[in-house]
């Protein structure tokens, strides 16, 4: 399996863990504010990790690491990620996965297979503005669903996120997000921050895209957690 990326140590991706991070190529997503565009839009133009250097990094920070988070682009496109998980789970790790969720028959066989311990996925807008948001304009949600209610009931922990972009979400975006997951599901907004590699600039198109101040991201958590009582702002002060 190609991995075209990794984070050494982060203490963010991984609630509680300390961790690595493994980025993967290849997205069936255009989300125009992407910060691994260049993995997305042509993943073979980046430099190529040799999984034999990732198990010997890895075996090297048994005991000093928890976990391996795997992120992308996509994971889940990749026949040879249960492959690729079941070398790291022989070395004792904890596995956290990041998906958009349109492959649930990939996230419910490592689920089968115990090769899974977190899932983080996200939710990428309001069911009306998805395939808008997603790059996508005909996308199904059928599979997304699916995902969402494999991971509602399948004991695993996991989050569901969306990072919140000006210039293409809106309060009814939260508030449409917080009546379709309605519960007690872990959830998380998170903050866009621009960078040179997003997927809209790559693909050469004019920067629209920012950042909400805090105040509207306090007002979308607040309008959120009336459905979602569980639901968190990252990286954002909640006060």
Request: net charge negative.
């Amino acid at each position: 399996m190609k991995i075209h990326g990794l984070q050494k140590l982060t203490l963010l991706d991984y609630p509680e863990h300390l961790a690595a991070v493994l980025f993967t190529g290849s997205c069936n997503f255009r989300c125009p504010f992407c910060q691994n565009g260049s993995l997305v839009l042509d993943p073979s133009s980046e430099p190529v990790i040799p999984e034999a250097d990732i198990l010997a990094f890895l075996k090297k920070r048994i005991g000093i690491l928890d976990g391996v988070c795997i992120t992308g682009g996509e994971p889940t496109l990749h026949s040879d990620l249960p492959r690729l998980i079941r070398q790291i789970k022989a070395l004792g790790y904890l596995i956290k996965l990041d998906t958009n969720g349109t492959n649930p028959a990939m996230v419910k066989y490592l689920s089968q297979e115990k090769l899974l311990d977190y899932v983080a996925m996200d939710i990428k807008a309001s069911r009306q503005n998805y395939g808008n948001v997603s790059g996508c304009p005909q996308l199904s949600l059928a599979p997304v669903q699916e995902t969402i209610d494999f991971l509602i009931h399948s004991g695993l922990e996991y989050e569901f996120r969306t990072t919140a972009v000006k210039g293409l979400h809106t309060l009814d975006d939260f508030e449409d997000i917080a009546e379709w997951l309605a519960g007690d599901s872990r959830y998380y907004i998170q903050n866009y921050r621009s960078s040179d590699l997003i997927l809209q600039r790559l693909q050469g198109g004019s920067d629209t895209l920012a950042s909400f101040s805090t105040e509207e991201m306090q007002h979308f958590l607040r309008q959120v957690r009336k459905r979602l009582p569980n639901a968190c702002l990252r990286g954002v002060d909640e006060t």
